[in-house]
């Protein structure tokens, strides 16, 4: 399995501001996403992090919105910029290890007044 | 893209009741995977099926990965106030390459268990 933890775990923040959440992972892997689920929904794929490479957005997701870093193979950070009510979610960093086998942080709650 | 048919939306059971949900797809899948998710944390990771038919139990909970690789199951027995939460149905879909497209979610079942 894979341990993987979040910060922060939940902020509260102004609109037209921005957030950086971090994702640490307790091992190298080479597969790193992130997700998002809004109220009541089930998840949805932001990006995958490439190390030392551009991510890779999903359809409506794009870089500027949602800036990812992954300097390392146990690292990563996903920003929501100049976020809007509408960004108000939960976001969830997730690994791949074994094969296939995906897991997921604790999540990252946000709300945005 | 590939969807995933997760059913029911919803359950409400008596504790020691059984329970059992399931997720279909017309899509092939490589593997299934089972979450848990309880209010303020993360999907847990219950189950991981990565043949057809194979059949894994975790403790009380069972699940198969059906033979047509369309459809899986989860089932778990004598269920305890504590199973309270939502489970996810996932899985890997066959890309025409034959290997597999991202991860796919079902809507997710929540479970309310009455003491």
């Known amino acids: 399995s894979a341990v993987i933890s979040q910060k922060p775990s939940r902020d509260i923040c102004q609109r037209g501001t921005s957030l950086t959440i971090q994702c640490q992972v307790d091992s190298q892997v080479t597969m790193m996403f992130w997700y998002r689920q809004q109220p009541g929904q089930s998840l949805t794929l932001i990006a995958t992090a490439n190390q030392g490479s551009e991510a890779t957005y999903e359809s409506g997701f794009v870089i500027d919105k949602f800036p990812i870093s992954r300097p390392n193979l146990t690292f990563s950070t996903l920003t929501v910029s100049n976020m809007s009510p509408e960004d108000s979610s939960i976001y969830l960093c997730?690994?791949?290890?074994?094969?296939?086998?995906?897991?997921f942080g604790p999540g990252t709650r946000l709300l945005v007044l | 893209g590939q969807q995933l048919n997760q059913s029911p939306q919803s359950m409400f059971i008596q504790e020691g009741e059984d329970v059992s949900m399931n997720c279909t797809s017309s899509?092939?899948?490589?593997?299934w995977l089972w979450y848990k998710q309880e209010p303020g944390e993360g999907p847990v990771l219950l189950i991981a099926l990565y043949k057809a038919g194979e059949l894994t139990s975790n403790g009380r909970l069972t699940a198969q990965f059906g033979i047509t690789r369309k459809d899986s199951f989860l089932n778990i027995s004598a269920s305890i106030p504590s199973d309270v939460g939502i489970y996810f149905c996932a899985g890997h879909p066959l890309n025409p390459q034959g290997g597999s497209e991202k991860l796919v979610f079902g809507k997710g079942t929540k479970l309310t268990v009455n003491p």
């Open positions: 899509s092939i899948f490589n593997t």
């Open positions: 997730s690994v791949v290890k074994g094969w296939e086998t995906q897991y």
